[in-house]
């Protein structure tokens, strides 16, 4: 059994982007009131629900066996998928700013039977982890294509 857990590195990053926007949030604050009590509770409040929310929602863990890979959402079961009746496609964007880089790392699911589709945000996991994952679920093991060349008589 592989287990696939969040990102330390992510998870402190994702501390500092609420803590910034809490910043933020009691500088436009600010302009509309003088009153330090609503300032500063109000960004205080902010900041505490951008960390419940994204840890709540993107705190994940991935266990993955020969027959099953489930996904934990805080210790809890989210969902459980049967490798057996399910496809998998991988998307990978990585943006590099003056801020450092971000990745948006998703794992597209596919039921075979119904051909319903799932997104499971990866975020979380960092790229390393993501790419540990992918390789774990054989998506880097297709075939490459076969390239025929082309001869100078073709063109």
């Known amino acids: 059994m592989k287990i696939f857990k969040s990102n330390i590195f992510t998870k ?3 501390v500092i982007y609420a803590i910034c926007a809490g910043a933020f949030l009691s500088v436009v604050i600010r302009l509309f009131t003088d009153n330090n009590t609503i300032i500063y509770g109000l960004s205080t409040l902010g900041t505490l629900f951008w960390l419940v929310s994204g840890f709540t929602t ?3 863990t991935i266990r993955l066996d020969n027959e099953t890979m489930q996904v934990f959402c805080l210790n809890k079961l989210k969902k459980k998928y049967y490798l057996k009746s399910v496809d998998f496609d991988s998307y990978i964007r990585t943006v590099l700013d003056s ?3 971000d990745s948006d790392c998703n794992l597209f699911i596919t039921n075979k039977i ?3 589709r799932e997104t ?3 975020s979380m996991l960092g790229q390393n982890t993501y790419f540990k ?3 774990a679920l054989g998506l880097n093991k297709k075939p490459a294509p076969e390239l025929i060349p082309i001869s100078k008589d073709d063109k």
Do not use: A, P, Q, R
Request: proline share 0%; glycine share 6%.
């Open 12 to 14: 402190t990053k994702f």
């Open 58 to 60: 993107n705190n994940i």
């Open 99 to 101: 801020t450092g880089s």
């Open 114 to 116: 119904t051909n319903k």
């Open 120 to 122: 499971l945000d990866c």
């Open 133 to 135: 994952l992918i390789d």
